[in-house]
T-cell receptor, first 113, second 116 residues
Framework: AQSVAQPEDQVNVAEGNPLTVKCTYS??????LFWYVQYPNRGLQFLLK??????LVKGSYGFEAEFNKSQTSFHLKKPSALVSDSALYFC???????????FGAGTRLTVKP | GAVVSQHPSRVICKSGTSVKIECRSL??????MFWYRQFPKKSLMLMAT?????????EQGVEKDKFLINHASLTLSTLTVTSAHPEDSSFYIC????????????FGQGTRLTVV
């Protein structure tokens, strides 16, 4: 079965600085990769996805992610962090041949003014 | 994006009673719905996957007789926590997808269940 690893429980950045939230995955065949954000006591909001094509995917709120097949990674990035970006971020993977969506453990991003 | 509505957002119940949580896809037909449980400061644990008109597929370790899932239509799935205990207190989240594979899942806002 597919799985996702988010190696950092917590990422702290200063407002205005670039941010990276790391994600690596394991799946048989081609992966479908997703990033979601969760605010306190809320469901998850979709940020972006990689299905095929260009390795750099742009999503909501200025976020982007880069698919790297050789490193089996799908790191989330933003050039300039905002305090309002502070939230819990989840990476998820689905195999091409099933609907089972598996999540990483989540990374709490804190952006300080 | 598509909208998934989960109800109620918060519920408190007594030990031994049952609680039903509804998950509705408002503007699309959900071929598959998922139920997750989230513990404080933890990731989402997939409980079960349900396809419309068929029995849910439960993850290992999830009691199917305790967590009853029904997906009677393409827009509604329900999770019933039967004979609730305080250890069932958690944040439950549903999600729904239309189609297969490459489509993103859309999530409900979650239900905070507290069993007293």
């Amino acid at each position: 079965a597919q799985s996702v690893a988010q190696p950092e429980d917590q990422v702290n950045v200063a407002e205005g600085n670039p941010l990276t939230v790391k994600c690596t995955y394991s799946v048989s065949g081609n992966p479908y990769l997703f990033w979601y954000v969760q605010y306190p006591n809320r469901g998850l909001q979709f940020l972006l996805k990689y299905i095929t094509g260009d390795n750099l995917v742009k999503g909501s709120y200025g976020f982007e992610a880069e698919f790297n097949k050789s490193q089996t990674s799908f790191h989330l990035k933003k050039p300039s962090a905002l305090v309002s970006d502070s939230a819990l971020y989840f990476c998820a993977v689905r195999a091409y041949n099933n609907n089972d969506l598996r999540f990483g453990a989540g990374t709490r991003l804190t952006v300080k003014p | 994006g598509a909208v998934v509505s989960q109800h109620p957002s918060r519920v408190i119940c007594k030990s031994g009673t049952s609680v039903k949580i509804e998950c509705r896809s408002l503007d699309f037909q959900a071929t598959t719905m998922f139920w997750y449980r989230q513990f404080p400061k933890k990731s989402l644990m997939l409980m079960a996957t349900s396809n419309e008109g068929s029995k849910a597929t439960y993850e290992q370790g999830v009691e199917k007789d305790k967590f009853l899932i029904n997906h009677a239509s393409l827009t509604l799935s329900t999770l019933t926590v039967t004979s609730a205990h305080p250890e069932d207190s958690s944040f439950y989240i549903c999600s729904a997808i239309q189609g297969v594979g490459n489509t993103e899942a859309f999530f409900g806002q979650g239900t905070r269940l507290t069993v007293v």
